[in-house]
């Protein structure tokens, strides 16, 4: 059992420990603490809730992070490792996408490892330069810049979206890892 809540200044170091143990893995980029606390208002958390513990244990969270006037991301998505498949993570993507709705975005995307966590949720893939703001903000520094193995998706959240075309020349994209393959939608 879990509930979701606005994020506190107390939870930053755990969603902080949370996130350093992923971006170990390569899986997302790591942040500071201090980023996330800079950032609590775009957090929701998943609070443990049975057996009521002493504490606070927060055991998810994630951040609505603004790309464009048009644009969101989904990012900084951690579930605890011992919580994982409770649909916590279902959970805290719902919420992201109430936040974005109700900030006025167009779209929500991600850059993921787990494309088909995103794609149960109702994302669809799309090309990386279809949301190149993300690359411009972060991908230029990111380790796996020249060897990228993640998948872009977009959901669009409302009727018809109307974007600028985000594709630029002047920026390279990052490379595809030679590991990388299409996703497969049919199975
Ligand atoms: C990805 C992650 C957030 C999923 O959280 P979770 O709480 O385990 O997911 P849920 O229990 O809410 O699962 C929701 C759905 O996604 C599916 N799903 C979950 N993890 C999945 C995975 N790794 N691959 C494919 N599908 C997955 C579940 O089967 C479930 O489908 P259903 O609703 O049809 O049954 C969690 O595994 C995690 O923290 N991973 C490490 C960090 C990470 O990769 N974050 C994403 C960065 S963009």
Same mark, same amino acid.
């Given at each position: 059992m879990f509930?979701?809540? %606005? *994020?506190?200044v107390e939870d930053a170091p755990r969603l902080h420990a949370l996130v350093e143990r992923y971006a170990a893995q390569n899986v997302m980029l790591p942040r500071t603490v201090e980023s996330i606390v800079q950032t609590l208002p775009d957090w929701v958390v998943a609070v443990a809730e049975a057996p009521a513990p002493a504490v606070r244990q927060v055991? @998810? /969270?994630?951040?609505?992070?603004?790309?464009?006037? &048009? +644009? *969101? %991301?989904?990012?900084?998505?951690?579930v605890?490792?011992? $919580?994982? /498949? &409770? @649909?916590? @993570?279902?959970?805290?993507? &719902?919420?992201?996408?109430?936040?974005? $709705? *109700?900030? @006025?975005?167009?779209?929500?995307?991600?850059?993921?490892?787990?494309? !088909?966590?995103? +794609?149960s949720m109702g994302f669809r893939p799309v090309e990386v330069a279809d949301i190149s703001p993300k690359v411009w903000v972060d991908c230029q520094h990111c380790p796996k810049y020249e060897c990228c193995d993640?998948? *872009?998706?977009?959901?669009?959240?409302?009727?018809?979206?109307?974007? #600028?075309?985000?594709?630029?020349?002047?920026?390279?994209? #990052?490379? !595809?890892?030679?590991?990388?393959?299409?996703?497969?939608l049919v199975s």
């Open positions: 509930r979701l809540e %606005e *994020a506190r055991v @998810g /969270g994630a951040c609505l992070t603004v790309l464009a006037p &048009e +644009l *969101a %991301e989904v990012r900084s998505l951690v605890d490792p011992e $919580r994982q /498949g &409770e @649909g916590i @993570g279902r959970c805290l993507v &719902e919420r992201i996408i109430d936040m974005a $709705r *109700a900030r @006025g975005y167009q779209q929500l995307c991600a850059l993921t490892l787990v494309p !088909k966590f995103f +794609l993640e998948y *872009a998706l977009v959901m669009d959240l409302v009727p018809n979206p109307v974007l #600028p075309n985000y594709r630029r020349t002047d920026l390279p994209l #990052p490379m !595809k890892s030679p590991n990388w393959v299409p996703l497969d």
